[in-house]
């Protein structure tokens, strides 16, 4: 069946920092992809989408690119602050599934002064 | 917009008893879907329902139920409560078409005693 993994957390990284949360998929159909974020004693906000193969989703300076050929779906983002600070959650959804969100396990980043 | 809307937000429930949440989605979106947020087994597709029926159902015991009313607001039932149940159960709005974006609410957090 469908399932989607993360790389392990927690993250930590400095302030303006480079990030990268690695996401690999496997599907047999052809998924879409999301980044959903969870702030601390919250919901999850949707934070990016791609639907299709090359898709490149893109938001609150967060990009990620369906790879179709590597089966992933890596979150980027260039300068962190420390508001980034949360839980990341890499999911997929197809039509295998009814379109259920499969989600990753979460990586939890920390981002400091 | 008013966002989705989950009550209770903090519930304690002892062995045995039973537990109705209650979710309601954005206006005009007809489609609920309901996940368990557990720190052990991640986010857990439940159910989903779509203009009062079950679209979906997750790998979840029969103890666990939902329905939807016709204005879209659903409920979610959990019987005979195991310590296991402890979770943040979320709700998540859809606007009605399969593999679209889901906006999810602040969730449950149901403690089992």
């Known amino acids: 069946g469908d399932s989607v993994t993360q790389m392990e957390g927690p993250v930590t990284l400095s302030e303006e920092a480079f990030l990268t949360i690695n996401c690999t998929y496997t599907?047999?159909?052809?998924?879409?992809l999301f980044w959903y974020v969870q702030y601390p004693g919250e919901g999850l906000q949707l934070l990016l989408k791609?639907?299709?193969?090359?898709d490149k989703g893109s938001n609150k300076g967060f990009e990620a690119t369906y790879r179709k050929e590597t089966t992933s779906f890596h979150l980027e983002k260039g300068s962190v602050q420390v508001s980034d600070s949360a839980v990341y959650f890499c999911?997929?959804?197809?039509?295998?599934?009814?379109?259920?969100?499969?989600f990753g396990k979460g990586t939890s980043l920390l981002v400091t002064p | 917009k008013a966002g989705v809307t989950q009550t209770p937000r903090y519930l304690i429930k002892t062995r045995g008893q039973q537990v109705t949440l209650s979710c309601s989605p954005i206006?005009?979106?007809?489609?609920v879907s309901w996940y368990q947020q557990t720190p052990g087994q991640g986010l857990q597709f439940l159910f989903e329902?779509?203009?009062?029926?079950?679209?979906n159902k997750g790998n979840f015991p029969g103890r666990f139920s939902g329905r939807q009313f016709s204005n879209s607001r659903s409920e979610m039932n959990v019987s005979t409560l195991e310590l296991g149940d402890s979770a943040l159960y979320l709700c998540?709005?859809?606007?009605?078409?399969?593999?679209?974006?889901?906006?999810f609410g602040p969730g449950t957090r149901l403690t089992v005693l």
């Open positions: 999911a997929l959804s197809d039509a295998d599934s009814g379109y259920a969100l499969n």
């Open positions: 599907a047999t159909g052809y998924p879409s």
């Open positions: 791609a639907t299709k193969a090359d």
């Open positions: 206006s005009g979106h007809r489609s």
């Open positions: 329902y779509f203009s009062e029926t079950q679209r």
């Open positions: 998540a709005s859809i606007p009605g078409t399969q593999g679209g974006e889901q906006f």
